[in-house]
């Protein structure tokens, strides 16, 4: 049976909450664990630590603030993150980056928390998830300037076009694909583009509550999404790669170890 790493759950500061010990067997029984649990700000952060030390080698996260929270951002962050970065289960810095489709927060302040971030990330050696959308050339510009420093670098969610996807490849990032990719109306150019990453470019996610794929047969009764609908979409990209269902399978749980070197996580 294949095993599967989701890298990209909200299992804090969303509706899964409340069900997190449900969430969890469930993923586990589906063969779907570890589970990667995001930090949004420092407060989510906090709570996926902890959430963490309850689920041992089944649950592992980030630290970060995500660009919806960057007006948070403030002398004091870098610090604490730092040492929040110094728990075991903390295996990436992230969620961070720039989304200017929302601006829930300035722009000027999303790419100081952004550079800020990306240093610290440099600085511990860690990867860093990243989140994108609608920034592509302001996203660029500032990676460029940490990318070799960077151990590892994700951009989780990707649902860009060809010339970014080019641009990301030509930075050696690897790319997150969700649920996205089975929507026939949105996901159009993103089932297209899949087929052109490279092999050990490739991670899966749900990306969970968000993007339920609307390929699930039958339709959950919830809308919300949950790790274990991932061997679905990891089932729906090796079609679309022309791949081994198994053999994709195989691939991406590597790739997910490796990046996170959840080899020598605690």
């Given amino acids: 049976m294949s095993k599967y790493i989701d890298v990209a759950v909200n299992l804090v500061g969303s509706s899964l909450e409340k069900d997190s010990q449900t969430i969890i067997q469930a993923a586990f029984e589906h063969l779907v664990s570890p589970l990667i649990v995001i930090g949004s700000d420092i407060t989510e952060s906090q709570q996926a630590i902890s959430l963490c030390q309850d689920y041992p080698n089944q649950l592992y996260c980030t630290a970060g603030v995500h660009p919806h929270q960057a007006s948070q951002w403030q002398t004091g962050c870098y610090d604490q993150l730092s ?6 289960c903390v295996v990436a810095i992230g969620e961070c980056g720039l989304d200017y489709n929302r601006d829930f927060s300035p722009r000027d302040q999303q790419r100081k928390a952004f550079e800020e971030q990306l240093a610290l990330a440099a600085s511990l050696k860690l990867p860093v ?3 994108e959308r609608d920034a592509h050339d302001d996203f660029l510009a500032i990676l460029k300037d940490y990318r070799t420093d960077l151990s590892g670098a994700l951009l989780h969610c990707f649902t860009g076009n060809r010339k970014s996807l080019d641009a990301y490849l030509a930075l050696d990032l690897h790319l997150g694909i969700t649920g996205w990719v089975c929507d ?3 996901g159009k150019e993103l089932a297209e583009l899949v087929v052109d990453i490279p092999n050990d470019r490739i ?6 509550p968000y993007l339920l794929p609307r390929t699930l047969r039958p339709k959950p009764k919830s809308s919300k999404n949950k790790p274990e609908y991932l061997p679905h979409i990891a089932e729906y990209i090796a079609k679309l790669r022309k791949q081994d269902s198994t053999e994709f399978a195989q691939i991406v749980y590597q790739n997910s170890r490796r990046f996170f070197n959840l080899d020598s996580a605690v």
Avoid: A, V
Wanted: no cysteine.
């Fill in 83 to 88: 040492r929040l970065s110094t728990s075991p």
């Fill in 129 to 131: 998830l990243m989140h």
């Fill in 184 to 186: 026939e109306r949105r």
């Fill in 203 to 208: 991670l899966i996610e749900t990306d969970s």
